[in-house]
């Protein structure tokens, strides 16, 4: 799975032109509002008006990700990196883009570096192990997940990416319980339920596995149809 979400949070630098900072301001606010194409035209009169102005660069880049221009926002955060080179959140951003564009080894490496400066930043652990999965270090994923449930992070992607994990090593009933867990979480996630019937099947809990698939086709996941009408129309 891919993130798209990216976190903005100002970096405190101050300025003495007060045009760049309402512009700066306006940008923000337009961000909040998801209007991102409005936003960058704000940070961009801000660096007009000062080219060293670092909170607009770092938030023009949170908008160019969101955007998916994913080439300008990789120059603005190299660009911070270059001249802020302990900001965290510049790491682990980029890190979302690479992993966004399937760079994974670039993805791990920056988030790597926002663990090194950030311990507790939970996360980060957490979208490291998806990266590792993606290149198929399923042990290197399993202890981040756990190092992210460890640091209190409980969420639907973090209990449905462990079990994935699970279930690639044969471990069906932790499989199972960490679907449930993404359930208890958040019971509206349909791949929960699927993955969780297909893990059930393999025990041969046939039963129980059928209304797992039912759940998950009511909430709208077709591949789960697909099993039904394969396994269970007599």
Known sequence: ?????????????????????????????YMKQGLYDQAIVEFNNALIQDNV???AYYNRAVCYANTKRYREALNDFNYLLTNFPDHALSYFNRGVVYENIG?????????????NLRP????????????RF???DYDGALIDYNRAMELGLKETGLYFNRGVIMQIKGDLNAAIQDYTEAINVD?????SYYNRAIAKMAMNRS?????DLQIASKLGLQKADKVINTHFRY
């Not at 507790?120 to 990266?131: C, S």
């Open 120 to 131: 507790d930043f939970v996360t980060a652990y957490h979208y490291r192990g998806i990266a």
């Open 207 to 211: 039963d129980e596995a059928l209304k």
């Open 103 to 115: 760079i994974y080894s670039s993805a791990i490496k920056d988030y790597s570096q926002t663990i």
């Open 53 to 55: 102005w670092f909170p």
């Open 134 to 136: 993606y290149m198929k």
């Open 1 to 29: 799975m891919k993130y798209g979400l990216l976190i903005f949070i100002l970096v405190l630098l101050a300025s003495c032109n007060n045009k760049v900072k309402q512009n700066n301001k306006r940008g923000l606010e």
């Open 187 to 191: 019971p509206s996630n349909a791949k």
